[in-house]
């Protein structure tokens, strides 16, 4: 558990920089995740089948932005309600090693298995 109150505010920090990020890195992207257009007279089949696998690949970053924004906020509140280090599961105060890891992870390894 993360004993000091600056720590928390170190770490809350540093997760609202990082979903920033995130939502700054969707911002960018969203062009890139844009239907394909299928008019073969504006582009070849070949370069479409490119432009397709470019916008499935964007998509799939999208989705995984979306995942860690979401682990991200949960993380950011329960800093806020004084509930974080601790298990949402079972309750038991999570390990250091544990958070210094992945400060986003909810779950003590013992629920997490």
Do not use: W
Not at 1 to 27: F, G, H, K, P
Not at 61 to 78: K, N, P
């Amino acid at each position: 558990m993360i004993d000091a109150d600056l720590d928390l505010a170190v770490l809350r920090a540093s997760l609202v920089a990082r979903l920033e990020d995130l939502r700054a890195a969707s911002a960018t992207s969203s062009e890139s995740r844009r239907p394909v257009e299928l008019d073969q007279t504006s582009v070849g089949r070949v370069s479409r089948m490119d432009a397709m696998q470019v916008q499935a690949m964007a998509l799939a970053m999208e989705r995984r932005r979306h995942d860690e924004a979401r682990r991200i906020e949960a993380a950011i509140g329960r800093i806020d309600d004084g509930e974080y280090g601790y298990c949402i599961a079972c309750g038991e105060e999570m390990s250091a090693k544990r958070l210094a890891v992945d400060p986003t992870i909810p779950t003590c390894i013992r629920c997490a298995a």
